[in-house]
């Protein structure tokens, strides 16, 4: 059941040591190259990757391959993760008909920066990695966070509980004091927010962008002093109780601040619409797009802003909801001007994109160039008919993953974040019994975690795409069903992620034509990622 996978790139090499395989040189400091994945077959169609107390994969890509070497890293069904291999540019060949697939890019067509790509500290990402022994939460965060791992660049927060906490709570449960007197954070913030926020801005080799959402006011505040259910905010704009929640807000962002936790941006409130339903079983808060968009406008905006968190200090998003509501959502909070103004993007989820194509996307940057799309949230096993919660070893979720990421980005959206960092072998801890699938699926019992396929995904995109990169035109000829997405880095590294989700291998030409072209085969149900720097 129990098979290692070795790399063909395994090196353990010193400040000076030099040492050439293939074409290329290779010189690393102190570092390992790459600890190759601990494989295991769970029998539900690939394997997972395996951290112990002693043992965790790493992988830190060469990310400055000699000119018109071409580094092309796969992941597969089969097994292989992050495997590496290079390539030499050739020119001048009439070989292009007998490839299947001809993957043209333009440099010149620039299209959006990248933000980044990241997941969520939920409160039961915490509890999963403050269950296992110290060192190996400093693993799991690194598996995500550092050099050595994903180099995730973005983090969401809950702002106090969700459904994935052990219970409903809010930063003030006292009745009444619109003066947030009693604010104050719970020990859910103590011991699984705070502390591994701060392990992830220690370990990373840049600045993490952090947002929070909030799923629901106080109970008081709420037109059925409930957490749950159909509720909104009582009275009406204008009023005390608006007023109050926009304040709580900025206490929140202050009480961060205390911890030197800096946030990039909020969202006005996950999924708005939960508030409409009747016995909705989690924590909500209902906005219609008018009362978001009168909320910016008369409370959250200016309450921000006066607390100097402004529009040009902290992300402002609206939405945090499914991707069919667009483009009529921005369309009612960002046609007034004055709500427009406090707004800097527009946050979507993935649950129900079967029925919400991602032209939606194109349609409402098109009508707001300058407000930024980002996608803020997907997992997987969240549907009811998906008895399996948490599916160790599942490529399909992992393809499910690569071709909603590859959407997204070629419909404008600045990044992509994933929902919980870490859950336990259920899919939870959730107090309301809405267990999902995660990356990362912790064994407490075991002292290890797995590494799932969905993990490898992100990480084909997210080591590579580094913030400040930017998407560049890329055409395809043939029909083998490939998705392709291209970019070009700060460092102009170029970038083409390729993502074949069918049972047979494809031989595909890459052309640039400042470079030549280079031939590869993609793999049956693989991702690929391939990186190569210009002239000179
Ligand atoms: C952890 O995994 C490694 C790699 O397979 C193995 O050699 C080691 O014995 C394991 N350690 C523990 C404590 O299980
Ligand atoms: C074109 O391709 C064929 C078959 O691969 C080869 O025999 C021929 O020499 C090539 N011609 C040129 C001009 O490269
Ligand atoms: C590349 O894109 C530019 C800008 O859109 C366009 O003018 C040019 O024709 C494209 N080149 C090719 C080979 O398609
Ligand atoms: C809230 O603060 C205001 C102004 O500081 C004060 O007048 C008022 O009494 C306070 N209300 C409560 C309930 O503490
Ligand atoms: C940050 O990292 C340094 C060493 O890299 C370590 O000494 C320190 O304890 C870490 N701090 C936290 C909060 O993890
Ligand atoms: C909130 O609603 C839930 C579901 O109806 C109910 O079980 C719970 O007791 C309610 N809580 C309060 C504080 O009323
Ligand atoms: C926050 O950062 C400052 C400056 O780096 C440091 O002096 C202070 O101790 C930090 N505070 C906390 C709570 O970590
Ligand atoms: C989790 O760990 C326990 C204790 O070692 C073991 O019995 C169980 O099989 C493990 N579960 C999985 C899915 O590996
Ligand atoms: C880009 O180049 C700079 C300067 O050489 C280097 O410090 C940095 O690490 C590079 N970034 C990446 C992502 O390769």
Known sequence: MIKTYCSPLFVLCTTITIIIIGFSEVCFTEQEVRRPCYSRDYGQGSIVCVCNSTYCDTFRPQLKPKPEILTVYESNKEGKR???????????????????????????????????????????????????????????????????????????????????????????????????????????DHLYKIPLIQKAMNVSSFQILFYGSPWSSPAWMKTNENMTGKGTLKGEVGGKYYETWANYFVRFLKAYAAYNITFWGIT??????????????????????????????????????????????????????????????????????VAAKYVNGIGFHWYMNLVAPPKLLDITHEMFPNKFLLATEACEGSFPWQKNKVILGSWERAE?????????????????????????????????????????????????????????????????????????????????????????????????????????????????????????????????????????
């Open 268 to 337: 006005a409130q996950n999924e708005p619409l939960n508030g409409f339903r009747d016995n909705f079983p989690f924590q909500c808060l209902g906005f219609t797009p008018d009362s978001q968009r009168d909320f910016i406008k008369f409370h959250l905006g200016p309450a921000l802003e006066k607390a100097g968190f402004g529009p040009n200090k902290l992300q402002l998003m609206i939405m945090d909801d499914q991707r069919p509501l667009l483009p009529k959502w921005a369309e009612k909070v960002l046609q007034d001007p």
């Open 82 to 188: 992050f495997y590496e291999k290079t390539v030499k540019f050739t020119y001048g060949s009439n070989l292009s008909g007998q490839y299947e697939t001809v993957v043209t890019v333009n440099k010149s067509q620039k299209f959006q920066e990248i933000l980044g790509f990241g997941g969520a500290f939920t409160d039961a990402a915490g509890i999963n990695i403050v269950s296992l022994p110290k060192k190996m939460q400093d693993m799991l965060i690194s598996s995500y966070f550092s050099p050595d791992g994903l180099e995730y660049s973005i983090g969401r927060v809950p702002i106090a509980s969700c459904d994935f906490s052990t219970h409903d709570y809010s930063y003030d449960d006292i009745p009444g004091d619109f003066n947030l007197t009693y604010f104050q954070l719970t020990k859910e």
């Open 400 to 536: 499910n993953y690569a071709h909603d990421i590859i959407q997204d980005l070629l419909h404008w959206s600045v990044g992509w974040v994933d929902w919980n960092l870490a859950l336990d072998l259920r899919g939870g801890p959730n107090w309301v019994n809405n267990f999902v699938d995660s990356p990362v699926i912790v064994n407490a019992t075991a002292k290890e975690f797995y590494k799932q396929p969905m993990y490898y995904v992100l990480g084909h995109f997210s080591k590579f795409i580094q913030r400040g990169s930017y998407r560049i035109g890329v055409s395809q000829t043939g029909s083998s069903g490939l998705e392709v997405a291209a970019f070009m880095t700060l460092n102009r590294t170029s970038v083409l992620v390729v993502v074949n989700r069918n049972a047979n291998p494809v031989n595909l030409m890459i052309k640039d034509p400042e470079l030549g072209h280079v031939v590869n085969t993609v793999s049956s149900h693989s991702i690929q990622t391939y990186v190569w720097q210009g002239k000179k």
